[in-house]
């Protein structure tokens, strides 16, 4: 059991088994029943590049999330009290940049692999740690930093982007 001051109080609350089982799941289908993209050799060569491109973004954001981490010593486990809101570095552009890396890493090998299957399953992997994952955090930092982290969510997505400032 995580401590009380935690995001998530449960030791499975975490992206390896949001995205851990989809991923086990796909991969195992993949080796059984393999529902393959059928393309031609160019747009297969395509899909490898965009594979390798997603999966490359995808370690780069988790890279760079993790940077920020450690920056400013902040645990990377949603189990583990957070004492401070990380809004610089790739948390100027997403509010969840570990999820998102793993989203693209999904589908990455999806896209390299030509598998329906990866590319069916991101979109329930993604689901799932949104469920599971960000929302819980985001009511934990909610309450525990309030105003400060209600203006963080006013100008920067979940997933990726800024927000506009509305001009009135």
């Known amino acids: 059991m995580a401590p009380k001051d935690a995001a ?87 509010r969840n940049p570990m999820y998102l890396g793993a989203v693209l890493v999904f589908l990455g090998i999806g896209f390299g692999l030509k598998s329906m299957w990866f590319l069916v399953m991101t979109l329930p992997a993604a689901v799932a740690s949104s469920l599971i994952l960000i929302r819980p955090e985001e009511r934990y930092l909610s309450s525990k930093f309030g105003p400060g982290y209600s203006d963080y969510r006013a100008s920067v997505n979940r997933w990726i982007g800024r927000k506009r400032k509305r001009s009135h």
């Open 8 to 94: 998530h109080n449960q030791k499975w609350r975490i992206a390896e088994v949001t995205f851990g089982i989809p991923m086990a799941a796909c991969i195992v289908l993949h080796l059984l029943v393999p529902v393959r993209i059928d393309v031609t050799p160019v747009l297969s060569n395509c899909l490898l590049v965009a594979g390798i491109t997603c999966i490359s973004a995808g370690v780069a954001l988790v890279v760079a999330a993790r940077r920020q981490f450690a920056i400013h010593r902040q645990p990377t486990d949603p189990g583990l009290a957070t004492r401070k809101i990380i809004n610089t570095g790739i948390f100027r552009l997403s």
